[in-house]
């Protein structure tokens, strides 16, 4: 008899296999975000910092509710980032969540910045807590087409299924609507009336009065044009189905405390303006998303015209749950604002959330855009994209085969994921995966990461 002695591999979930060395340098600049992590590397616990050395590339924070996006990310984004004298413009889903953090950091780091920064709040809840701001200030309405954006920004954010349904008929007509009513009223007598509530009460007029009136602006002949003769030649059924459509979605917005908000003028949304520096906090409501969400979309469009320019202040973006509002040109925004320094941060619950809301030719690009990514758990489809981004490490295999006259043993390696599916689908609430981007004068070699992201519990309740 034999006596077979084999040390099988204890190792079940392959955990040790699939750890890989990663950044343990602490990198800073006057940009930077570091978050301090530790991770395991062969069984053995490290410490390790992820440095997103360039925001400016964008940053996509990923995770299912309860991952930890905003307590172990967002957080330490808004707060290094006015450590660091950034402007700001906070998308505040669950308000006041992240705008307490925006305020209670800016007055402890006031002296850090040149010109001190104004802290605006809109809020549509509490009145008495909220400034007013008119997203569609005529200062800042230079020609039609900030109108054409305005306009598309609202009806689209007013009702969802036409984002996929953008170029037909009944879809571009009330977008074209609106845009007349909106640049009728930059016109006449210079803008005084131009606001969002004078826009959805004037287009409540007759048809007669309404279209006499509208004539009398030369510019928008050519957009109140099909209407005018749908009236003339009394096509009323397409009349009414293209007017109808914007009246019916506007008229949600009307409300005292969205007239009040949107027609006031106690600040401007050129946040990086480095002589009137703001940090500006919109605060949206859960059980009322839908209506908020569609008037927050038209001050994001208006903030991302404003802020993206040369010889500006550096300035932070911050949305949270970043699909409950829509705003066209998002990629352009995160291709183009990097030379402005305007540094985005987008947080997303999942993948199939962002086609959901946006189409999936949107949401690819944003996906694909984005230079840091930061993800919780996530499953399914965004699991496997997020592998597969993250690449593969050489693992090594051992196979062990006993039978009555013989032992065999072979090893061999093979290239494997790095962080498979299963395990980002797995991770638990403060541990995260990801990839940052570098810069040429800051050159990173490991740039993926699978760590857990250390918060000083005690400091961050205090």
Same mark, same amino acid.
């Given at each position: ?70 307590? $172990? /990310?967002?957080?330490? !984004? ?7 004298? %950034?402007?700001?413009?906070?998308? +505040?889903? @669950? &308000? ?73 008929? $009944? /879809?571009?007509?009330? !977008? ?7 640049? %009728?009223?930059?016109?006449?007598? +210079?803008? @005084? &009336? ?269």
């Amino acid at each position: 008899s034999r006596l077979i002695k084999v040390n099988f591999r204890k190792d079940i979930f392959n955990r040790m296999n699939e750890s890989f060395p990663q950044e343990e340098r602490l990198l800073e600049n006057e940009y930077s975000i570091n978050l301090p992590t530790a991770y395991n590397l062969r069984g053995k616990r490290r410490t390790s910092w992820i440095n997103v050395i360039n925001p400016f590339r964008s940053l996509l924070v990923i995770g299912t509710p309860g991952a930890g996006k905003s307590y $172990f /990310v967002v957080r330490h !984004i808004i707060t290094q980032h006015i450590r660091k004298a %950034f402007t700001m413009f906070i998308y +505040d889903f @669950k &308000y006041d969540d992240l705008s307490r953090i925006a305020y209670n950091t800016l007055l402890r780091n006031a002296r850090r910045y040149l010109v001190l920064p104004r802290f605006y709040v809109i809020n549509f809840e509490d009145l008495s807590r909220s400034h007013r701001c008119n997203p569609l200030d005529p200062a800042t309405m230079e020609d039609i087409t900030d109108a054409t954006e305005s306009s598309r920004t609202i009806m689209l954010g007013l009702n969802r299924d036409w984002i996929k349904k953008q170029g037909d008929f $009944f /879809v571009e007509s009330p !977008i074209n609507f609106v845009t007349a009513i909106i640049w %009728f009223l930059r016109k006449y007598e +210079d803008g @005084k &009336y131009c606001t969002l509530p004078h826009v959805i009460e004037l287009m409540q007029l007759d048809y007669p009065k309404l279209f006499k009136l509208l004539r009398t602006e030369p510019e928008i002949e050519v957009l109140i044009n099909p209407f005018e003769s749908a009236f003339r030649n009394e096509a009323m059924e397409q009349l009414e189905g293209q007017i109808a459509s914007a009246k019916i979605g506007m008229a949600r917005l009307s409300s005292p405390q969205l007239y009040y908000v949107l027609s006031g003028n106690d600040f401007t949304l050129d946040i990086n303006n480095s002589k009137e520096p703001k940090i500006v906090c919109v605060g949206n409501n859960p059980q009322k998303q839908q209506i908020y969400g569609a008037v927050l979309s038209l001050y994001i469009s208006r903030v991302i015209k404003l802020v993206n320019k040369k010889n500006q202040q550096k300035c932070s973006l911050i949305f949270d749950e970043f699909p409950t509002i829509y705003f066209n040109g998002i990629d352009s925004l995160i291709a183009t604002a990097r030379a402005n320094k305007v540094a985005t941060c987008l947080a997303v619950q999942d993948y199939s959330q962002l086609k959901k809301d946006y189409g999936r030719d949107q949401a690819e690009v944003i996906m694909n855009i984005v230079g840091n990514v930061i993800s919780g758990q996530v499953v399914g489809e965004t699991a496997k994209l997020l592998s597969e981004r993250f690449g593969k490490i050489v693992q090594e295999r051992e196979s062990i085969s006993i039978n009555a006259s013989d032992t065999s043993i072979s090893r061999s390696t093979q290239l494997d994921s790095a962080i498979p599916p299963s395990k980002i689908a797995t991770l638990s609430s403060g541990e995260f995966v990801g990839t940052v981007a570098d810069d040429p004068d800051q050159k990173i070699d490991l740039k993926v990461f699978h760590a857990e992201i250390l918060n000083d519990h005690a400091a961050i309740r205090k």
